[in-house]
C-alpha cells in the first residue's frame, strides 16, 4: 500500500530515471540553433573535432550533447527525418549499455543512429545487430546517408561475402548485420590458421534491434558449426518404416518436452519388428551393440508424431524445410540436429542429407557477453527485464511515446473449440472491414492461417496471407496492411522490420506505381497525386477506427502478443485489439488443461457461445507466466552448461591466437615434449621407487613411440647405482631434443617454424572437435546422475574439466610424437588452402528446434581436419609414388590416406607401430 503511494507520489523508478534523462535532452537542445546555421561543410567537420578531443582525453559523455545534435542535425538533412526529444532520451539509455523498450512505431532504427555514431568516433568499430538479412541491408543502406554526411564508413554484413568483403565490413566505423552471421564469423575466425585471414576485429560495442527477440527467443539455441559424418540413409528410411506400424498407445508422448517414449509393450513390439528387418543385434535393442539403432528410433519417433508439417516445417522442392517458430519463416538450409532432420526426411519421403558433426559452437549469451559495452532496444522488453539483467547485466527502460497511445485493448473472448472461434472471427472481421477498417489478424502457424483463409473465403472475404510460404513478399503485405478495409493474415508479426502505415505506405506504392517512370514534371504530378489519396485514405482510416488487430490465440510468450497489438496505434494513431482463444489452443490445452476454468468452460458454456472478463485474462496471463518461467529456466540451464564449455574455449581459442601471433613456437613445443616425458617416466617409474620396481620394458616401448628414439635404459640401470627418476627423465628429454634439434638444422628457422605452428593448430583442432563430441554426449545423460541423488550440472562440471585435462595430455603427446616421427622433403611452395565453408546452424540442444541459422554452401562437404597443414609443401602424386612405405613425412597425419580407403593416414597407412 505504501509502495503504491509513494509510486503514485513520485512515480516509479523507471519513470524517475527517464526524467533525470531530461536536464541531459536540454543540453543537446541548446546546441541545436548553433549546429544548425553550420554549412555542410562544417557539419561533417564536426566528426574530426570531436575525435580530436577524445584523443586530448576527453570522455564520450562529455561530448554527448554535442554529437547527438550534429547526428540530429544531419538526419533532417539528409532524411528528411528530425529526432524527437524521447528519442534522444533512448539514444542516452542506449549508449548506456541499457536496454531502450519504445513502442512499434516510435523510430527505434533512428534513435540507434545517436550511440552509434558516439561510440564509433574512437575508431574500435559498433556492431550494430538486427535480426534478418533484409534488415540488416536496409538499415544500413539507409542510416549510412546520415553516417557517411559526417565521415564514417559502414558496413554490412550478409550471407555469401567472401572474407575480404567480410574484412572489408568489420573494418568500418560501423557495420550493420544479424546475430547469426557476427556469431559464425566468430567462430569461423577460431577455425583459421593465420592472424591475417581472420575477418573480425576486437569487440569495441554491440547495439542489438530487437534485443528481446535475439537475446531471449533464439539464445535457447547455441551456435554451431559443423561437417558431414558417413551416410546412414538406409538404416534412417529403415526404421522409420518400423516406427509407422507403431500405434498410440504403443508410445507415450509429452508436449510440454516435445519427448516421445515407448512403452514396455511398445519396446517389445519394435525389438520384433527391427529384428525382422535385420537391424537389430542380438535380441535386446538395449544392448550396448544397438546404441545406434535405439538413437535413429527415438529420433524417428520424434519425427513422425512430435513435428507436423505445414507447423514445423513444409516440403518444398524435395527438401524439408524448417518454419521459424518465432517468425513463421522458411529457413532455407538449415537443419535439425542429431539426426533428426535426417529422420523427418525419411518420414516424407525425401533425399536424406548426411548427418553433422560438430566443430564449433557457442551461445548467443556467452557470444555477447564478450563485448565490453552491449546495448539493446525492442518494443517488449519489461517483461523479461529480470532475465536481462541476470544474464547480461542490463537494465530495461521503458522510454515514454512521443504521442499518447490511442489503442483500445478489448478483454479476451473464449470459446469452446477453434471452429466456433474461427467461425466468430471471420464474423467480426467481415463486420469491421465491410467499415472501412483495416484488419491485422496474428496466427501461430500455417495451418491455423490457411484455416482461418476458408472462413474468411466462405465469409466473401477478400484478405492477403502472409506466412513462410510467401514470405519474399511480405514487406509488400505488411506496408498496405494499413489500407482502407485491408484484411492481412500473418503467421507472425515478430521482427517484420516494416510499420503499418494508415491509408498506405508511400515509399511502397511510389515502388510499384511509378517505376520505370522518368524523372519529370510527369512524375512529379504522380508522386503528389498519390501523397493526396494517401492523405484522404489516412483520414478515412482513422474514421473508421483506426487498425483492428486481432489475436487468432494467445503466444506463450506475453511479449508476442504486446509486439502483435504494437503494431496499432503507431504514433497517436488511434486502434484496437483483441484475442479470441479456445480450449483447443495448444497454450491452454498442454498448460492450462486440468484447470478450474478449462472444467468450468467445458461444462457450462453452450456451443458457439462466447464469454470474457477479466479474470479469465488474467488466468491466460497467469499461464503465460509459468511458461515464461519454465522457458527461462531452459535458456538459464543453456548458459550454464556452456559457460563450462566458454571457459575452456577461451583456453583453446586464445592458445590459437597466441600460436599465430607469435614469431616462434619452439618453447611451447619444447614444454610439451618435457611433460610428455616427465608423464611416461612417471608412469614406469613412481617416484622413490627402485629400479627392479620399474617397468623398463613399457617405458622403452613408449619412448621408441612417442619419441622416435631407443634409449638405453637398461644399460643405465646396470652401469649406475644411483639412478633414479629424475635422472632417467632428464637424459630421455635431453635424447627427444637432441633427436628433434637434428630435424631443424636439416631446414632454415622459418620453415621450421611453420611446421611447428601447423602441427600445433591441426593436433589443437582435432582434439577440440572430438571433444565437443564428448562434451554433447555427456550433456545428453548427465541428467541421470540425478537419479543418484547427485546434481547434474556439478557433474557435467567435474567430469567436462577432467576430460579438458585429457585433451591438453593427448595434444601434448600427438604434437611429440608427429614431430619425432615427420621426415620433410622440400617441395615448390604453394598457396594457402583456404578454410571451407561449412554447415551451419542454430539448434535448440533441449527442444530439438531449429531457430535459426544459415548455409553457407560450397564446399560443405569438406571435414575441417582433412585440410592440407598449413606451412608443410604438398606432394604431388609423383612424389608419393605407389609404395606406401614412402609416404611417411609427405602425407598429413590427419589427410585422407592416398590408398582411397577413406581413413584418415594415421589411422591407416601412416599408423604408428611400436
Sequence with gaps: MLGGLA?????????????????IVQKINAFEPAISAMDDAALANQTLLFRERLANGEKLDSILPEAFATVREAARRTLGQRHYDVQMIGGIVLHRGEIAEMRTGEGKTLVATLATYLNALPGEGVHVITVNDYLAKRDAEWMAQVYGFLGLTTGVIIPNLTDQERRDAYAADITYGTNNEFGFDYLRDNMKYD???????????????????????????????????????????????????????????????????????????????????????????????????????????????????????????????????????????????????????????????????????????????????????????????????????????????????????????????????????????????????????????????????????????EHAVLNARHHELEAGIVAQAGRLGAVTIATNMAGRGTDIQLGGNLEFRLHDELEGMEEGPQRDAAIEQIKAEIAAEKARVIEAGGLFVLGTERHESRRIDNQLRGRSGRQGDPGLSRFYLSLDDDLLRIFGSNTLFAKMMRNNIEDGEAIGSKWLSKAIETAQKKVEARNYD???????????????????????????????????????????????????????????????????????????????????????????????????????????NSKAAELDPETWTSIEKSILLQNLDHHWKEHLAMLDA?????????????????????????????????????????????????????????????????????????????????????????????????????????????????????????????????????????
Design 7 to 23: 509510486k503514485t507520489l513520485f512515480g516509479s523508478s523507471n519513470e524517475r530515471y527517464v526524467k533525470s534523462l531530461g536536464a
Design 778 to 914: 555427456l550433456r545428453q545423460v548427465v541428467h541421470l546422475r540425478a537419479y543418484a541423488q547427485k546434481t547434474p550440472i556439478n557433474e557435467y562440471k567435474h567430469e567436462a574439466f577432467a576430460m579438458f585435462e585429457r585433451m591438453l595430455a593427448n595434444i601434448r603427446e600427438d604434437v611429440t610424437r608427429t614431430l619425432a616421427f615427420a621426415q620433410f622433403r622440400m617441395a615448390p611452395p604453394q598457396d594457402l588452402p583456404e578454410l571451407p565453408d561449412f554447415l551451419t546452424t542454430h539448434i535448440d540442444p533441449l527442444t530439438g528446434l531449429d531457430n535459426t541459422g544459415d548455409y553457407d554452401g560450397g564446399a560443405a562437404g569438406l571435414v575441417f581436419n582433412q585440410l592440407p597443414p598449413l606451412g608443410i609443401p604438398q606432394p604431388s602424386g609423383e612424389d608419393l609414388g605407389t609404395d606406401p612405405a614412402q609416404w611417411e613425412g609427405l602425407v598429413s597425419r590427419n589427410a585422407p590416406c592416398p590408398c582411397g580407403s577413406g581413413l584418415k593416414y594415421k589411422h591407416c597407412h601412416g599408423a604408428l607401430t611400436a
Design 195 to 461: 592472424r591475417a585471414s581472420m575477418v573480425q576485429r576486437p569487440f569495441s560495442m554491440a547495439i542489438v534491434d530487437e534485443v528481446d527477440s535475439v537475446l531471449i527467443d533464439e539464445a535457447r539455441t547455441p551456435l554451431i558449426i559443423s561437417g558431414p559424418t558417413d551416410d546412414r540413409s538406409e538404416l534412417y528410411m529403415g526404421v522409420d518404416a518400423i516406427v509407422r506400424q507403431l500405434v498410440p498407445i504403443d508410445y507415450e508422448k509429452d508436449e510440454k518436452q516435445r519427448t516421445v517414449v515407448l512403452t514396455e509393450d511398445g519396446t517389445e513390439k519394435v525389438e520384433r519388428m527391427l529384428e525382422n528387418a535385420g537391424l537389430l543385434v542380438g535380441a535386446n535393442l538395449y544392448d550396448f551393440e544397438n546404441t545406434q539403432v535405439v538413437h535413429h528410433l527415438n529420433q524417428a519417433l520424434r519425427a513422425n508424431v512430435m513435428f507436423k508439417r505445414d507447423i514445423d516445417y513444409i516440403v518444398k522442392e524435395g527438401k524439408v524445410i524448417i518454419i521459424d517458430e518465432f517468425t513463421g519463416r522458411m529457413m532455407d538450409g538449415r537443419r535439425w540436429s542429431d539426426g533428426l532432420h535426417q529422420a523427418v526426411e525419411a518420414k516424407e519421403g525425401v533425399q536424406i542429407e548426411p548427418e553433422n558433426q560438430t566443430l564449433a559452437s557457442i551461445t548467443f549469451q556467452n557470444y555477447f557477453r564478450m563485448y565490453p559495452k552491449l546495448a539493446g532496444m525492442t518494443g517488449t522488453a519489461a517483461t523479461e527485464a529480470a532475465e536481462f539483467y541476470d544474464i547480461y547485466k542490463m537494465n530495461v527502460v521503458t522510454i515514454p511515446t512521443n504521442l499518447p497511445v490511442a489503442r483500445v485493448d478489448e478483454e479476451d473472448e473464449f470459446y469452446k473449440t477453434t471452429e466456433e472461434k474461427f467461425g466468430a472471427i471471420a464474423k467480426k472481421i467481415r463486420e469491421h472491414s465491410a467499415k472501412g477498417q483495416p484488419v491485422l489478424v496474428g496466427t501461430v502457424s500455417i495451418e491455423k492461417s490457411e484455416l482461418l483463409s476458408e472462413f474468411l473465403k466462405k465469409e466473401g472475404v
Design 634 to 740: 531452459i535458456r538459464k540451464q543453456v548458459v550454464e552448461y556452456d559457460d563450462v564449455m566458454n571457459d575452456q574455449r577461451k583456453v583453446i581459442y586464445e592458445q590459437r591466437a597466441d600460436i599465430m601471433d607469435a614469431d616462434t613456437v619452439g618453447e611451447v613445443v619444447t614444454d610439451m615434449r618435457l611433460e610428455t616425458v616427465n608423464s611416461i617416466v612417471g608412469e614406469a617409474c613412481p617416484p622413490n621407487s627402485y629400479p627392479e620396481q620399474w617397468d623398463v620394458a613399457g617405458l622403452k616401448e613408449k619412448v621408441s613411440s612417442m619419441l622416435a628414439i631407443e634409449a638405453p635404459i637398461d644399460e643405465w640401470i646396470r652401469t649406475e647405482e644411483a639412478i633414479g627418476p629424475e635422472l632417467v627423465e632428464e637424459r630421455i628429454r635431453e635424447m627427444a631434443d637432441e633427436h628433434v
